[in-house]
């Protein structure tokens, strides 16, 4: 009876954190057969690897939760950086704020643009922003004549590899935005309707919640994000390249996706994201540790991604089972 | 002598050629649960729609409260103290229970610009205000799509209670609803006739009319036919008004 009641306990663990369990048993195992593993250094390489998109991935959690998507943060953190780097280049006074400001206000309008399409005129999210993607993208071509961008004075480097009481940059304000925009989603009025318009639109706007305005908003978050990734990238390479951030989006929406959130609008939680974002970046970093091509990363994230949604279909019909 | 809440006064909407309401007039007496029956395409929705403020009237006019009313929109309606409860139960399903009794209404702590949610006061709140209604609160921390569809009407017209509206209007409430859940959104009713709150409920189930109405109005092919006090008639009565067998009687 009592190991009965154990095993019940611990399948409700495996039920309700199951997510976590995996990626202590991940990092538990490698620990265990890989000594550089956990080393100082390693550990520091997978944190800084996965800030960038990590920042992109905290943004589309609230997109995905809305009940859409942003395709378009990959090219929007490229936007990002080729905007600042070129003004950090080419403008010989300010040249580093110019190039912020404008890194960010270029992003802001693109972010603009997907939420006038989708909350304004109806665009489905898919169609607006695969058609941002591939128009930002394409303007940056046109732009750069598809050639990188060198020559970052040497300073801005400062935020993309230095450290801060040993710790990167870059993980530094991943940990600020994760821990800001955690609290907007779980803490605040806006992360409620956020969740409330991902779970019900019709209830929503019933009850007074203006759903436009909360869609607008979002995407123009989603943005912020990815523009705030794109000048961490100019600083981890002090130039900017047109061709940056390629899938980024599809990666980012596997790290949420795994991280418990669904397609279907109305559930997820920040901290959800951030494990799925460590998931997905330790598998990685293990396979390279045990010498495997990086080739095959890809697959292990899509392998992750079908797993994570399956074990939570299959959970899902469980609890509706015991509901009926 | 009772107090009139809600005077309808020669309602008429057409949509396109069809005329669904014409020179449509009712009261609801306040502190009354009224029901409003008639075969389908008689009007019921219509007219509950233009009290609600979902549709506007091609004429006619509403005294609500003493003072006569035009509502351009469901929220005004709302604003107005005339809280409808839709089919769709208007809850998200995602949040809990809790945040649904909040919704659009939030309590926030700190700075106002900042919009942080007291959840620990709506959280003991909502408890309260459910409780006035119903004996057996739903669990106020769960997501209301883990709840029965009783327990979410439940929710849903406790709600609607809670805040204060003077009317409110329900479609069918029970329509999708098993034998024991349909009693209990019928105890949730009486209790807000107990708490001095007028109701409005369209039913097509007349025993159910019966069971939680003082007054009945029925509608005809758009023309309101009359009223009947609930303990002064038979569903007979009510069948032939519906149908159009003139007086209780019989004859055409």
Redesign the interface.
């Known amino acids: 009876m009592a190991s009965s009641r154990e095993g019940r306990a611990l399948s409700g663990l495996v039920r309700r954190h199951g997510l976590l369990v995996v990626f202590i048993l991940v990092v538990g195992l490698m620990l265990a057969v890989k000594p550089t593993f956990g080393t100082y250094q390693n550990i520091v390489n997978i944190l800084q690897q996965n800030s960038i998109l990590g920042i992109i991935a905290c943004g589309m959690t609230f997109a995905i939760i809305l009940g859409g998507f942003d395709l378009s943060v990959g090219s929007v953190t490229a936007l990002a950086s080729v905007v600042g780097a070129t003004a950090m280049i080419d403008i010989e006074t300010y040249g580093i704020p110019i190039g912020i400001v404008g890194a960010f206000l270029s992003c802001l309008i693109v972010g603009a643009a997907n939420g006038w399409l989708i909350a304004y005129l109806g665009v489905n999210p898919f169609v607006a922003t695969l058609g941002t993607m591939t128009v930002v993208r394409g303007l940056i071509y046109v732009a750069t004549n598809a050639s990188p961008r060198f020559g970052v004075p040497y300073s801005f480097t400062t935020v993309g590899l230095g450290y801060i009481l040993g710790i990167p940059v870059p993980v530094v304000i991943f940990a600020i935005v994760a821990i800001l925009l955690g609290f907007v989603l779980h ?4 992360g ?1 309707y956020v ?2 318009v ?3 639109v ?3 706007a ?4 203006n759903v436009q305005r909360v869609r607008f908003a979002v995407y123009v978050l989603v943005s912020a994000c990815a523009a705030l990734s794109g000048i961490i990238l100019i600083g981890q390479t002090a130039s900017a390249t047109p061709q940056a951030a390629l899938g980024y989006e599809l990666t980012a929406i596997a790290a949420v996706i795994v991280g418990g959130a669904s397609l279907g609008g ?2 997820g939680r920040m901290i959800g994201t951030i494990i799925g974002v460590f998931l997905l970046g330790v598998v990685a970093n293990s396979l390279n540790l045990f010498g495997v091509s990086p080739f095959w990363q890809p697959v292990a994230t899509g392998l992750i991604l079908v797993g994570a949604v399956a074990a939570d279909g299959f959970h899902k019909r469980g609890t509706f089972a015991h ?1 009926k | 002598m009772p107090d009139t809440l809600l005077r309808a006064e020669a309602i008429s909407k057409s949509f396109g050629p069809v005329v669904a309401l014409q020179d449509a007039s009712l009261e609801l007496v306040a502190g009354e649960v009224t029901g409003l029956v008639g075969d389908n395409g008689a009007g019921k929705s219509t007219l509950v729609k233009i009290i609600s403020g979902v549709l506007r009237p091609d004429a006619g006019s509403i005294v609500f409260d003493g003072e006569r009313v035009d509502f351009a929109s ?2 005004a309606a ?1 604003a107005g103290g005339i809280e409808t409860v ?1 089919q ?8 809990a229970v809790w ?2 009794v909040y ?4 309590l ?1 702590v700190g700075p106002p610009s ?4 007291d ?1 620990r006061t709506m959280h003991a709140k909502s408890a309260a205000m459910l409780k006035q209604f119903v004996e057996q609160v739903p669990p106020i921390d769960e997501p209301v799509e ?1 709840l029965s569809g009783g327990q979410r009407q439940i929710v849903a017209i406790a709600r609607a209670g809670a805040w204060g509206s003077k009317l409110i209007v329900m479609d069918e409430p029970t329509a999708a609803l098993g034998v024991a859940e349909t009693r209990a959104v019928e105890e949730v009713i009486k209790g807000l006739r107990q708490r001095g709150l007028t109701v409005l409920v369209i039913s097509h189930n007349l025993d159910q009319i019966f069971r939680i109405t003082d007054r009945i109005w029925v509608l005809r092919r758009g023309r309101v036919i009359g009223s009947r006090e609930t303990r002064m008639t038979r569903p007979e009565e009510i069948v032939s008004m519906i149908t159009g067998a003139t007086g209780a009687a019989g004859g055409a």
């Open positions: 803490r605040t009025r806006f409620h969740y409330a991902g779970g019900n019709v209830a929503a019933e009850m007074g919640v109305g559930h509901a | 469901p929220a709302r839709y769709d139960l208007a809850l998200a399903g995602n949040m945040a649904n919704l659009g209404r939030e926030t900042l919009n942080i949610l959840k883990s």
